[in-house]
Nanobody, 115 residues
Framework: VQLQASGGGLVQAGGSLRLSCAGS????????VGWHRQAPGKQRELVVQ?????SSVDSDNGRFTVSRDDSKNTVDLQMYSLRPEDTGVYYC????????????WGQGTQVTVSS
């Protein structure tokens, strides 16, 4: 199983960015997929997750939207109104059914929001 995260970069505060997670060796449509963030000096935290029955999920009052494209086996994270505190490495991960901890992780993609 491999997860490949992409789309990170440098953006100004208030801007938008779209991240993508591509899976190989696993079918996202049948899994719970989450986007996590690790800010500098902080622990990794869950930003938003999507279950197998959902096509998209919003979080943080709509600033973050996760959606899946089953035809491409990808799960994207659309981020709006970005703030400097959103800076960090973003990881996608899969939680296998019946497990209590995230099972597979991508390599992470850096997002930097400048003020």
């Amino acid at each position: 199983v491999q997860l490949q995260a992409s789309g990170g970069g440098l953006v100004q505060a208030g801007g938008s960015l779209r991240l993508s997670c591509a899976g190989s060796g696993i079918t996202f449509a049948a899994q719970r997929v989450g986007w996590h963030r690790q800010a500098p000096g902080k622990q990794r935290e869950l930003v938003v997750q999507i279950g197998p029955s959902a096509s998209s999920v919003d979080s943080d009052n709509g600033r973050f939207t996760v959606s899946r494209d089953d035809s491409k086996n990808t799960v994207d994270l659309q981020m709006y109104s970005l703030r400097p505190e959103d800076t960090g490495v973003y990881y996608c991960a899969v939680l296998l059914w019946g497990r209590s901890s995230w099972s597979y992780w991508g390599q992470g993609t850096q997002v930097t929001v400048s003020s």
